[in-house]
């Protein structure tokens, strides 16, 4: 039986500035990943995200990411292993208030942004925010990009890993993400997206963006929803998925 994840970035909203259609993408995914107030979001905004994520019952995940509202946490910053052990450890620590509170848990743990990219190559970075969490919870899933060094050190560290990947990005033949600024980035076509999606679950494959197919692990797809037509992608991805046989479920039904 196949089965995969399907996860997107909520409650980046910030005051009184509203960004992505959280109401209506939730619906159609399983797991989630909160915003914890320093890229985005805030302290009600966190709150209300958790309760909405409660009520249809998706995966609650922490989206910790650098201290950098005026870039969005997408600037690369110069820090220290030490300072981003720190900085999961208090992120994570805030959403697990408000889950808490509710009497839920979080499910896993999604760096945003720079942070991730930066981790998915740096094993120093990768592996302290592998024991970041460990420290905190030893249950709580690390979902990383796929193969990266960020789930390695997961792994390493007895952690459950959930490999990520991209269902509107193009890939290098190294298997990273072709960078946003090189043409041909961003798959603009639904249906050459979805079923390059379908292929990643069933088949373990990709074809890069240089034509040669390559290995790749899909336990967690990540659809946007910042926009009505992202809404009907990720709806269209769901559909489909669900066509072809693949049970869509939170990763905690499945990663052991």
């Not at 914890?36 to 979001?41: I, L, S, T």
């Not at 450890?89 to 959403?95: D, I």
Request: proline share 2%; glycine share 8%.
């Amino acid at each position: 039986m196949y089965r995969v994840d399907l996860n997107s970035d909520l409650g980046e909203s910030f005051g009184s500035y509203k960004i992505g259609m959280d109401e209506e993408v939730i619906k159609y995914v399983t797991s989630v990943n909160i915003a914890c107030g320093w890229h985005a979001g805030d302290p009600m905004v966190m709150e209300k995200t958790v309760s909405m994520a409660k009520k249809y019952r998706v995966g609650i995940g922490a989206h910790p990411g650098f201290l950098d509202l005026m870039g969005f946490g997408r600037r690369n910053i110069a820090v220290t292993p030490e300072e981003v052990n720190g900085y999961i450890k208090y992120q994570l620590g805030a959403l697990m208030a408000f889950t808490k509170a509710i009497r839920e848990k979080v499910q896993h743990v999604k760096p945003h942004g720079a942070m991730y990219n930066m981790s998915a190559k740096d094993p120093s970075l990768a592996m302290a925010i592998a024991r970041a969490i460990i420290d905190v919870d030893q249950d709580i899933i690390l979902m990383g990009f796929a193969n990266s060094e960020l789930v390695k050190a997961g792994q390493s560290v007895g952690l459950r890993v959930a490999n990520e990947v991209f269902a509107d990005r193009a890939y290098n033949a190294d298997g990273t993400l072709v960078a946003r600024s090189q043409k041909g980035a961003i798959i603009h076509d639904t249906g050459t997206a979805i079923s390059r999606v379908v292929r990643m679950v069933k088949e373990g494959r990709v074809t890069a963006i240089t034509g040669e197919d390559i290995e790749i692990n899909a336990q967690s797809i990540c659809v946007h929803g910042d926009n009505p037509e992202a809404v009907d992608f990720v709806k269209k991805i769901r559909t489909k998925l669900d066509k072809e046989g693949i049970e869509v479920t939170a990763i905690s039904n499945f990663i052991k």
